[in-house]
């Protein structure tokens, strides 16, 4: 039984680590095409999306430092339900003013475009 239970949680974290992979891709190639072009609405919402990746993970370090134990016990449908509730809470930070981290990457990557929607290198 226990066996099947490592498994379980090799499957999760495998399946979590893909999940970040695939928004780290899709991530970059968003910066790129809002970098290249002149749309700043398009610069400040992956600067926001950033944010709410970055908050996710915060969020995700943090639950792992709190021991097990208290009402509900650790089982697999709590972590999903945990990881679940974590990117909805790092999205909702990342609407409002966040932490500030979108409003200061916005600052830093929109200084290396001119006006006219080109990079300056």
Known sequence: ???NNNFSQYNIDNSRQITKNEQTKDFK???ESA???SDDEKLRSTCKQFESIFVNMLMENMRRTVGDGGLVEKSQAREIFEGMLDEE????VSRG???G??????AQLSKH????GNNEE
């Open 1 to 3: 039984m226990k066996i």
């Open 89 to 92: 809470i790092a999205k909702e």
């Open 29 to 31: 190639k968003i910066l």
């Open 101 to 106: 981290l979108a409003k200061m990457m916005y």
């Open 97 to 99: 003013e966040g932490i």
């Open 35 to 37: 970098q290249n072009s």
């Open 113 to 116: 475009i001119d006006s006219n």
